[in-house]
């Protein structure tokens, strides 16, 4: 019964996801930076009015890598139950690749080459590295992985190794989750996260920006 009715969710998720457009999906996965490791990570499923911090970060991870943009708090909060709702973060990522919103970002023109290269640069902000991108091209050629589930592995590896790649994904997930918090537009959040790295410095530097220019849109809507 329990799995007839997980795949009753999932159902509805992916027709909820079609006729919204994808207004409220989101996450990735990333690369080991050329080491060919691949750890997957667990995901905790709480309460949606408690959800851990775990879940929250990797769903809104999942989004940035996945759309390139800072989650919408609504879509965030959505996909944050659904995951406590016993929903897999696999299945988010093939849900997020579903969505119209996906598709734009990634066509499916693209080759397998080509869609690793622009997970590198939209996720970790570099081309790939030799090593790394024929591991994951290999993995999607040999069908071990697909479109669907690559961002996530790209993900779980990034973190597995302590790679500045999965650094700069937990620094511009941070910088995300705190201007959602803090109450900015996602939208104008979005357009500081090129300026992260690695550095930690950097985050703090964003907010500094993302501040201000909130500031100085009140002041010219005033």
């Known amino acids: 019964m329990r799995n007839i009715t997980l795949a009753l969710l999932v159902s509805v998720l992916t027709i909820f996801l079609s006729a919204c457009g994808n207004t409220e999906t989101g996450l990735i996965t990333n690369d080991n930076t050329g080491t060919g490791s691949n750890t997957s990570k667990s995901?905790?499923?709480?309460?949606?009015?408690?959800?851990?911090?775990?879940?929250?970060?990797?769903?809104?991870?999942?989004?940035?890598?996945?759309?390139?943009?800072?989650?919408?708090?609504?879509?965030?909060?959505?996909?944050?139950?659904?995951v406590a709702n016993g929903v897999s973060l696999e299945q988010v990522a093939q849900s997020f690749t579903n969505s119209t919103e996906y598709k734009s970002t990634y066509s499916a023109s693209l080759t397998n080459s080509e869609y690793v290269e622009k997970i590198y640069l939209n996720v970790f902000g570099r081309p790939s590295d030799a090593g790394g991108k024929a591991y994951w091209v290999g993995l999607l050629d040999n069908r071990t992985l697909t479109w669907g589930t690559i961002m996530q592995a790209m993900l779980d590896a990034a973190h597995s190794n302590g790679s500045s790649d999965g650094i700069r994904l937990d620094n511009i997930t941070s910088f995300g989750l705190w201007a959602l918090s803090s109450g900015y537009d996602p939208n104008l959040a979005t357009q500081y996260l090129s300026t992260i790295t690695s550095d930690t410095a950097t985050v703090a530097n964003a907010k500094t920006l993302l501040g201000n220019s909130s500031a100085n849109l009140s002041i010219s809507v005033s």
């Open 43 to 82: 995901v905790n499923a709480t309460n949606a009015s408690v959800a851990s911090p775990s879940s929250q970060t990797q769903i809104a991870q999942l989004y940035i890598a996945s759309f390139n943009r800072v989650p919408d708090a609504d879509g965030l909060a959505f996909w944050v139950n659904s």
